[in-house]
């Protein structure tokens, strides 16, 4: 027998509408009818008489997907708890699976029950209540914010996040680059991220350290982004240095959905999915087929992913099953020399080498289980993914590069650099891992005191390769790196809650990290020779939280993290080095159920650190440094017709000691000081047409950078950008039209400092020089939508 | 409860707007490391040259032309491999604990030029006459501060249109008598050297580790080179050239002429303010 | 429930044991240094193609390889030194196999990126390795030199295949060298800087000296347009008339008197004009780390007033 579940669940009112200070729990047994409506609600004796009568009328008017016995709607008799929000703020759900069917329309969770078969008795509460915030910075953009302004790709979203600002080098379908509060996070170096309980950052990847590659996500699959800005949670292990982003994944469109595109530069872009009603939001299914010819020449693109979720009763306890395939390919324009653009001896939109490009692949199975209720609550997820990823770019040129090694190294080198630097990446990987914890009540000086320990796993089997290619012929002309790596990642967390004072929690907690990599390099000289290195890294956090009213919260935090080698630079035996992270936080939390606004100072202190050294075209070892900075950031939604979110981060990233030809106090290159991003919504109803509502959706998103220090005392250029989207939806069709950069502003997206010689023959100029890739002109995408 | 929340909107956006007026105008003098400075460029030539000088295969050199084309200049922070070499002037605490102490050698090795610093390229090759009155200026170049040390003196694959060099990239005219034999018949010469001479010596012209006087350059200045036409004749034995006349003298091409030619201390930089 | 005590006591374990000790600590591990002139020196540098033996046909055979190296060095790549020779070990490489140096025991396991060492003049009061003779000490001490090569070349007669022309020679350098920032040469792509310490292991860094680089015909081991070769007939050319005393050892004073051949030597770099020079300078580069590894190379003495080639400060 499939048990009733839950469609519809309007939130509990206190009695006499006088919420309490912290929630309330209350059992009650119902009976729900074969239409699914609720024809009997009854307490337990030892309730309150008024929450009593409050709860069983919060009951009645739920709605339920009738019990099914054979495959027909039959009557069932089950216990629910309906729980009564207390006034303390409700903190923001965190775990990435919660199994909270059918939420109401409020943002944030508030009833939570799951239906089990009449003939059982245990009650099934999952994932309600999260890990509350650890710094004052800590947010969850919601759905309302993600799908306020128009999203191209899963990491355009990225883009709403405070303090993160994205830019792409090598084509549409690669990883962009990412910085985040004065980090140059590279393409993921510095930014742990997950989603749908899967990392996606891929470890020791040749073209980057933790490149995390995004694109395999229709945006409209993204629910929800929790943003965990430095390293005050256990919970955030390796790349976790800037911070760390959860994404969860869920579609809420009830029944099908169906969508055509198309666009400006031969963009066209198929979507189907669908959500079965009466589910929760995590159970779905969605494709994305897009294809364009892009802005200039060298940039056409094309990429096809499927994702399907579900989450699903099983017995007391709740799985969540998640799967997904997607490849691309895509052209790369590659960067240009400013002064060639400025002096017009290059288009724009041109490129020096059309053969820059790659592609990119990416499968993956998740299983998720989990049970418990506000006492005791456990899970395990497993999870396996398949990466590829091929990038063939060209930086240089025909530079011929400083190259140390014996006179033949040197020889073959030079001799290949004639042919043009053109490079091609391939990187290869299957992962399998885990995460799972346990979150126990364990009072201490109170009831609500939790002790939560987790245990964590991740095994990479990389096989990865370095050629440099002629640009002509594109043949291999030196083989540079042939390796085979297996990295292991294992770790365990403890966190302790305790609540000292009535209105302070301290949250605090130690984790321990266990890297080992085992590298084998088969090219140069090597001859499949291997060798192993391995480390461990202990980190401490901790956050107090003082709630000063009934909405604000006060918040200090501390943090110790850690950044990961890759692999192959570690000598056999070495115990593997680890950048010491070391994180402080403070700042305010204001958040009501319509507002949230939340400011902080922030201060990021590394025992060394990395910059792109252009000489050697690598990141090299810099003295120590340090980031301090603030973030001012909101999201407010005071009528159900407009909501806004907007961020202010401004961050200041220096040297802290003199060493190595950088000089303490001299700012680090390439992360932006200041990110300024703002996303509005107005989702008016503009009237009625035969007696069916029409609502019109008009967003807008507003990205702006300033201030990007570049190398020799350079400034690079700002930019602000708008997005705007406006929809209209008569009840099952909808029209939607586009414009990304709405003003059609020229824009570099990227800047970088380095010596390139793009002119075969010339005299080349071997000084480092500004190099940039052009951002996108003024791109109008038309949609129509049928929703069945 | 929606009309409460404005009050609330509007100090929120006061504060961020506020936020972003402090931050975007922070100006903060703090930049990234280093920055980029204009280079002038001047070629001169060793007195030395007009007056009889001996080589180190032991003739007493008298020179009438001499002249070479170059198509540009880099300038590195690597040490050059060898050869005599200024270092920068140390403070008397320095030199006490210090190695070097006034001229010094680095040594012969496996040069490595390091990171570019700067540079000068010449849009079309430039001939230099190496008996001009004075230091000769050429196009500016650019670059940024570093510490320099070691420079690349770039011979050109085609010649620039010049009467004394006639198509090769450097040519000497003199005459040459064995040291102690002054009265003994002079050589008349005439020696060229063209890409292919110097192909055998270096890589697309390029002379590497170029002596450049160890200096750390903060600002905006003046590369001066000095050829050196001594280096260029230092290991030409002249009894293997046909005597020629004061008028006619034997055009030739010689190993140790271009070797010469290709000689890392036969270009000597330094910078000035 | 339980206690507070119990709870608090637990809690600041917890945080002690974040915030005391450190359980990622690498251990300590020992680095040894050795030193070995390979089978060039050892054995001896047959004819070959220029890389293999010399391009002339020449062969040659060492009787004594001298070299007093001091100053070993090991820092990390803040600079912090943790180990650093106590004084300077005399060596005759002509002696078989890998000799210690010093051993330098109870180093943090971890990676030293800034690794030295140098040659310099010969003292008394060095310690003798191995089998070197006490007298070789002496002699080096009271010339004041820092390599000591002596051995005997010698190739079959062009004039009579039967009989062979020999050479013998003596020469004593009195370069001081440092090398520094060595690295080891590329194993499997990579190229370390300096040693890596290991966890309860010893790491062997071998200050080899390769015996055939005085005979090289270019300074610069880099990137030539020409291929560099080893050749011994110019040496062996400057003990014959007119330039040499025909007495069958080839001196550095009559090398020092043999002008160079620019179109078989490359000279760039060259200060000087006389083989004597070349081979001085080269007398530097004998010094290589790891078998293959290299360091930069920097003269330690001052130049003397005066001089302007390395030949004048032998006369």
């Known amino acids: 027998m499939i048990p009733p579940v839950p469609a519809e669940q309007p939130r509990a009112i206190w009695p006499h509408d006088e919420p309490r200070a912290e929630d309330e729990l209350v059992p009650v047994v119902l009976v729900v009818a074969a239409t699914g409506e609720v024809t009997s609600a009854e307490t337990e004796s030892g309730v309150e008489p008024e929450l009593s009568v409050a709860a069983i009328e919060a009951a009645r008017r739920w709605v339920f997907r009738p019990a099914l016995k054979d495959g027909r709607p039959v009557a069932a008799k089950l216990k629910v708890l309906i729980r009564f929000l207390g006034s303390a703020p409700n903190e923001p759900d965190t775990t990435a699976p919660t199994n909270v069917p059918a939420r109401p329309p409020a943002p944030n969770p508030v009833a939570t029950t799951v239906a089990v078969p009449a003939e059982q008795t245990t009650i099934t509460v999952l994932g309600t209540k999260g890990t509350p915030p650890r710094s004052a910075s800590e947010i969850i953009q919601d759905k309302r914010v993600l799908s306020a302004s128009p999203h191209r790709t899963a990491s355009d979203l990225l883009l709403t996040v405070p303090g993160m600002a994205i830019t792409q080098h090598s084509g549409e379908g690669a990883a962009h680059q990412i910085f985040f509060r004065g980090f140059d996070a590279v393409h993921g170096q510095d930014l742990e991220i997950w989603a749908g309980g899967v990392p996606v950052n891929d470890v020791s990847n040749i073209h980057g350290q933790g490149y995390a590659d995004l694109n395999f996500l229709p945006p409209e699959v993204v629910k929800r982004i929790r943003s965990s800005p430095g390293t005050y949670d256990p919970r955030q292990g390796d790349f976790a240095v800037a911070g760390s982003l959860w994404l969860d994944l869920g579609y809420d469109e009830p029944g099908f959905t169906l969508s055509a595109s198309t666009g400006s530069f031969g963009a066209r872009r198929y979507f189907l999915a669908y959500h079965p009603k009466g589910w929760s939001d995590a159970t779905f299914a969605a494709f994305e087929l897009y294809s364009t010819d892009g802005f200039g020449p060298a940039r056409a693109a094309q ?17 969540r099953v998640m799967a997904s395939t997607y490849a691309a390919s895509f052209d790369s324009a590659g960067v240009l020399r400013l002064s060639d653009i400025e002096k017009g001896s290059i288009d724009r939109f041109g490129s020096y080498d059309e053969h820059q490009g790659g592609d990119s692949a990416r499968s993956q199975v998740a299983v998720e289980l989990g049970q418990g209720d506000a006492e005791s609550r456990w899970s395990i997820t497993s999870y396996a993914v398949l990466r590829s990823m091929r990038l063939r770019q060209d930086f240089t040129g025909y530079l011929v590069q400083p190259f140390t090694g014996s006179a033949a190294e040197v020889a073959a080198a030079d001799k290949a650099s004639a042919q043009g630097n053109s490079e091609q990446q391939t990187n290869d990987a299957s992962t399998l891992g885990m995460t799972a914890w346990y979150r126990r009540s364990l009072p201490i000086f109170a009831a609500t005191d939790a002790l939560e320990v987790g245990v964590s796993g991740r095994y990479d089997s990389i ?21 085979k790596v297996r990295a292991s990642d294992v770790a365990g967390y403890v966190d302790l809650a305790i609540h000292p004072l009535s209105r302070v929690v301290v949250r605090g907690g130690v984790r321990l990290d266990g890297l080992a990599y085992v590298t084998q390099d088969d090219g140069g000289q090597g001859q499949g020779q291997r060798r192993s290195a391995q480390g461990a890294h202990l980190g401490a956090k901790a956050t107090v939280d003082v709630r000063l009213t009934q909405s604000a919260h006060a918040l200090a935090s501390y943090g110790d993290g850690f950044r990961s080698p890759q692999a192959r630079s570690l000598a056999a035996g070495e115990t593997a080095p680890f950048t010491k992270v070391q994180s402080y936080e403070v700042g305010l939390r204001y958040q009501t159920e319509q507002m949230r606004a939340t400011a902080s100072l ?13 000489a050697t075209a690598r990141n090299d070892r810099t003295p120590p440094t340090r980031r301090t900075g603030v973030s001012v950031e909101m999201a407010a939604h005071p009528t159900s017709w407009f909501s806004a979110a907007a961020s202010v981060t401004y961050t200041r990233a220096e040297f802290t000691n003199t060493d190595g030809g950088y000089n303490a106090g001299d700012l680090l290159p390439y992360a932006p000081q200041v990110v300024i991003r703002s996303d509005l919504a107005f989702t008016p109803t503009l009237g009625q ?60 997206d990227g800047e970088y400092t380095f010596a390139s010689n793009f002119q075969k023959g010339a005299a080349p100029s071997l000084v480092p020089q500004r190099h940039v890739t052009v951002g996108a002109p003024r791109t109008v995408l038309a949609t129509l939508t049928l929703f069945l | 409860m929606s009309i409460a929340i404005i009050p609330r909107l509007i100090s929120v956006s006061a504060l961020l707007s506020f936020s972003c007026l402090a931050a975007c105008s922070s100006g903060s003098d703090a930049s990234t490391t280093g920055k980029r400075i204009a280079l002038h460029t001047e070629i001169t030539a060793d007195p030395v040259i007009q007056s009889t000088f001996t080589t180190g295969f032991g003739w007493d050199v008298t020179l009438s032309k001499a002249k070479v084309a170059t198509s540009a200049f880099y300038y590195f922070d690597g040490p050059p491999p060898t050869a005599l070499f200024k270092v920068r002037k140390r403070s008397i605490g320095e030199r006490i604990g210090g190695f070097f102490v006034g001229t010094a050698w680095a040594h012969p090795g496996h040069y490595q030029a390091g990171t570019a610093l700067g540079e000068a390229i010449f849009t079309a090759p430039v001939a230099f006459d190496l008996f001009s009155a004075g230091p000769v200026k050429l196009a500016d170049g650019d670059g940024v501060t570093g510490i320099y040390r070691s420079a690349r003196f770039v011979l050109p694959q085609q010649a620039p249109a010049d009467d004394v060099l006639n198509g090769h990239l450097a040519a000497v005219e003199g005459q040459a008598v064995k040291h ?15 890409y292919d001479d110097i192909s055998m010596n270096v890589n697309e012209g390029a002379v590497d580790g170029c002596v450049l006087d160890e200096t750390t350059v903060t600002d905006d200045g003046t590369i001066t080179v000095e050829v050196k036409a001594t280096i260029w004749l230092n290991l030409v034995d002249f009894s293997k050239i046909e005597p020629g006349t004061a008028a006619k003298p034997t055009e030739a091409r010689d190993a140790g002429f271009s070797q010469g030619v290709t000689q890392l201390s036969a270009y000597h930089f330094s910078y000035s303010k | 429930m339980f206690s507070k005590l119990t709870s608090l006591v637990l809690l600041s374990t917890l945080l002690c044991a974040a915030g005391c000790s450190d359980p990622t600590s690498g251990g300590k591990g020992i680095e040894k240094f050795t030193t070995w002139g390979e089978e060039f020196i050892e054995d001896g540098i047959p004819a070959g193609d220029g890389t293999t033996g010399f391009v002339d046909g020449w062969s040659l055979k060492y009787g004594k390889f001298l070299v007093n190296y001091n100053a070993i060095s090991v820092a990390d790549a803040a600079g912090h030194v943790v180990a650093k020779l106590d004084k300077p070990r005399f060596v005759d490489n002509v002696h078989r196999d890998e000799k210690d140096l010093i051993t330098f025991p109870d180093l943090d396991a971890k990676a030293y990126t800034q690794v030295s060492y140098e040659i310099s003049t010969a003292v008394a009061n060095a310690e003798i390795v191995g089998d070197a003779d006490p007298a070789d000490l002496a002699m080096m001490v009271s010339k004041g030199l820092s390599v000591y090569v002596e051995g ?20 004593g350098f009195k370069t001081q060298t440092s090398y520094r920032d060595c690295h080891s040469a590329e194993e499997n792509g990579i190229s370390t800087e300096g040693v890596v310490v290991t966890n309860n292991q010893t790491d062997v860094s071998q200050l080899t000296t390769h015996g055939d680089h005085l005979y090289y015909d270019s300074l610069q ?19 014959d008339a007119p330039n040499g005393d025909g007495d069958g050892e080839v001196t550095l004073q009559e090398l020092c008197q043999a002008n160079i051949d620019p179109s078989v030597y490359n000279t760039s770099g060259l200060p000087g004009a006389t083989i004597g020079d070349f081979v001085i300078s080269l007398a530097r580069t004998i010094g290589h780390f790891r078998h293959e590894g290299e360091c930069t190379i920097k003269r330690i003495d001052p130049v003397p007033s005066g001089v302007t080639n390395p030949c004048d400060e032998y006369k």
């Not at chain 1, 990429?303 to 799985?319: D, F, H, V, W, Y």
């Not at chain 3, 081991?221 to 003990?239: L, V």
């Open chain 1, 303 to 319: 990429r096809t992913s499927a994702i399907a979720q579900t989450e699903i009763p099983l017995g007391s306890a709740t799985a």
């Open chain 1, 463 to 483: 096989a990865q390769s370095q050629k440099k290619l002629s640009i002509d012929t594109s043949q291999v002309t030196l083989d540079e790196v042939d390796a």
């Open chain 1, 602 to 614: 922030f201060r990021t202190v590394l025992s060394e650190d990395l910059a792109f050294n252009q």
């Open chain 1, 689 to 748: 047409v035969m007696n069916r509502p029409i609502t019109a959706h008009f967003g807008i998103g507003q990205t702006a950078i300033a201030r990007r220090p570049l190398p020799y005392a350079e400034m690079g250029h700002d930019y602000n950008l708008f997005d705007v989207v406006a929809k209209v939806r008569l009840r099952e069709v909808e029209l939607a039209v586009s414009a990304f950069n709405l003003l059609n502003q020229d824009w570099y």
């Open chain 2, 180 to 194: 102690g034999q002054a009265d003994a018949k002079p050589i008349y010469f005439r020696l060229i050297a063209d």
């Open chain 3, 152 to 171: 005997e070349a010698s190739k079959p007669d062009p004039d009579n295949a039967k009989k062979q022309i020999t050479k013998t020679f003596h020469w």
């Open chain 3, 221 to 239: 081991s880099g990137d030539n347009a020409k291929p560099t070769s080893i050749r011994f007939e110019e040496k062996a050319a400057a003990d």
